[in-house]
């Protein structure tokens, strides 16, 4: 987080949400807690304004809707003028059709910044993204799969259920430059 020079949010709402999951054994609410002991990041409530961008996110058909911590996430967003780190094909979705000027970004992309891998060094970087697939199950978005399953390798990519399936399957290296070649040959036609 400081290698980004960002101040990070979190909604309560997201923090209520994670100490839900301490009966499961998880720990991500003692992470949070720890960090905005730390002072590297900032717990805010929803108020007004935010208030009515939250209820339109969570009130209504479930194929228009989304969880609370996406909801919050957006909202506060919203109204701060900030960029979103939503994880959720369907909250990007929901974004980009109702509020196309709100930024958003994910998880991935925040740890596929070149400040986060010159802070952390690629090994550790790996290391984290791969505790990260394992043992948070962190959704990657489709134009991530290829930098993580490059960034952990192959071998670690194959256990990690998170991932599309196709990303999970280890390549030959036959066949893995037989795709690259292919994903060449596909970006000189893009650029042409």
Not at 27 to 35: G, M, T
Not at 61 to 71: F, M, Q, R, V, W
Not at 90 to 115: F, G, H, M, N, Q
Request: negative net charge.
């Amino acid at each position: 987080m400081q290698a980004l020079g960002h101040k990070f949010v979190v909604v309560d709402f997201v923090q209520a949400e994670l100490e839900m999951r301490k009966q499961n054994g998880r720990r991500d609410a003692d992470l949070l807690d720890a960090l905005v002991a730390d002072q590297l990041c900032e717990l805010v409530q929803l108020d007004g304004d935010a208030m009515a961008h939250f209820e339109s996110l969570v009130i209504g058909p479930a194929i228009s809707t989304l969880d609370g911590g996406e909801a919050a996430t957006i909202a506060c967003s919203i109204l701060k003028e900030a960029t979103a780190a939503i994880d959720e094909r369907k909250a990007s979705a929901i974004c980009s059709e109702r509020y196309p000027l709100l930024s958003v970004c994910s998880t991935v992309d925040i740890l596929a910044r070149p400040d986060v891998m010159n802070a952390l060094g690629k090994d550790d970087l790996s290391a984290a993204v791969f505790r990260a697939l394992t043992y948070g199950r962190m959704r990657v978005l489709p134009h991530n799969v290829r930098w993580v399953v490059d960034l952990i390798g192959p071998e670690q990519a194959s256990i990690c259920t998170s991932l599309p399936r196709d990303a999970r399957r280890i390549r030959s290296s036959w066949l893995q430059k037989r795709v690259e070649r292919r994903d060449e040959i596909a970006a000189g036609k893009r650029q042409a």
